[in-house]
C-alpha cells in the first residue's frame, strides 16, 4: 500500500510538472497586468473577468517569478487613456499604457471559453443532479520596448457541485451557475499563473 502511494505521488508530479524556480528580486520584471477581455459567446458572464485578473495577479505573485505595479496605478493611467476593457485587446494601447506605468513589460489575458452542462442520474430509489462549469483563459507578457512576446500561458478551470433525492429527503444542494463559474475562476488562475511562471524570463 504504501508503495503504491509512493508510485502515485510520482505520477501526479510528473504530470504537473516542475514549478516555476523564484527569481531574485533584482531579476523579476516590472509588469501591469490589464483587464482581461471577455471573447467567449457566453455573454452572460462577462463580470468574471475582473476576478480572474485579481485571482491571477494573487497567484502570479506567489511564484515569485515577477513583480506588479499596483493596481489603482494601472486604473488610473487605463482611464486616462480611454484603455477598452472588454472585447479585442488592443496590443499597442496596451504597451503605451505599460510605458506610462513605467512597467517593462505588460500583461494581456482574455477569457476564450465558458461552458456549463448538467447531469441527471437515478439509480434505484435515489436521483442526482450534477451540475459542471468550465472556464478557459489564455495570458501574454509582452515586452514594453520592444513588443516582443516573452511568455504566454494557456488554461481551463473546472468546478461542480450536486445534490442528490432519496426516499423523500435531500443531501447537498445543487449551486447556481454563477457560483460555478465563479469557483471555477480559481483553478484556472493558478494553472494560468503556473504555466506563465515556467517562461517568464529573467531580467
Do not use: N
Not at 501526479?12 to 523564484?22: D, F, K, V, W
Amino acid at each position: 500500500m504504501k508503495r503504491l502511494s509512493v508510485l502515485l505521488l510520482a505520477v501526479l508530479s510528473a504530470a504537473c510538472g516542475p514549478a516555476a524556480r523564484p527569481l531574485e528580486r533584482s531579476q523579476r520584471r516590472l509588469a501591469a497586468v490589464l483587464p482581461f477581455a471577455y471573447q467567449a459567446s457566453e455573454g452572460k458572464y462577462s463580470d468574471i473577468v475582473e476576478g480572474l485578473a485579481d485571482s491571477f495577479t494573487a497567484s502570479l505573485l506567489q511564484t515569485g517569478r515577477i513583480r506588479m505595479v499596483e493596481r489603482s496605478q494601472v486604473e488610473k493611467v487605463m482611464a486616462e487613456a480611454s484603455y477598452q476593457r472588454s472585447g479585442a485587446v488592443d496590443v499597442a494601447k496596451a504597451v503605451e499604457v505599460g510605458r506610462q506605468l513605467g512597467a517593462d513589460s505588460v500583461l494581456i489575458g482574455s477569457v476564450s471559453g465558458v461552458s456549463t452542462r448538467e447531469e441527471g442520474r437515478s439509480v434505484k430509489f435515489a436521483e442526482k443532479t450534477t451540475r459542471w462549469a468550465t472556464v478557459a483563459a489564455e495570458v501574454r507578457l509582452v515586452d514594453v520596448k520592444t513588443g516582443e512576446l516573452l511568455a504566454a500561458g494557456r488554461a481551463s478551470g473546472e468546478a461542480s457541485g450536486a445534490e442528490k433525492h432519496a426516499f423523500g429527503g435531500k443531501i447537498g444542494q445543487i449551486p447556481e451557475w454563477d457560483a460555478l463559474v465563479t469557483q471555477a475562476l480559481i483553478p484556472l488562475a493558478d494553472k494560468l499563473a503556473q504555466q506563465l511562471a515556467k517562461t517568464i524570463p529573467p531580467l
